[in-house]
């Protein structure tokens, strides 16, 4: 499975992003799947994650603020993210993983086998 990030950029606090994470090698919906993002001088965080029969995830700090969401038509994975603040800056990271896992692992890195490239997201003040 190969993921490729894109959608990061510049933008100004309070503004609105739309990151996407294009699936190639296997249905992307046949696994659970996240967003983790990773600030310079920090550990890589959960953000969100999305499951077939369950409702998403989300991290205290994004919640409100961020949705996670995919179109099974193009193999596609996105997370939107409105009202964007200068904490929020960081690479942002979209992963997946073969079949499912309970939701109490949904936030840990390890619980995902592929990931994507990575794409910078920067939140001016």
């Known amino acids: 499975v190969q993921l490729q990030a894109s959608g990061g950029g510049l933008v100004q606090a309070g503004g609105s992003l739309r990151l996407s994470c294009a699936a190639s090698g296997r249905t992307l919906s046949r696994g659970d799947m996240a967003w983790f993002r990773q600030a310079p001088g920090k550990e890589r965080e959960f953000v969100a994650a999305k499951s077939a029969f369950s409702t998403n995830m989300y991290a205290d700090s994004v919640k409100g603020r961020f949705t996670i969401s995919a179109d099974n038509g193009k193999n596609t994975m996105y997370l939107q993210m409105n009202s964007l603040k200068p904490e929020d800056t960081a690479v942002y990271y979209c992963?997946?993983?073969?079949?499912?896992?309970?939701?109490?692992?949904?936030?840990?890195?390890?619980?995902?086998?592929?990931w994507g490239q990575g794409t910078q997201v920067t939140v001016s003040s």
């Open positions: 992963a997946t993983r073969d079949g499912r896992i309970i939701q109490s692992f949904r936030n840990r890195a390890e619980s995902y086998e592929y």
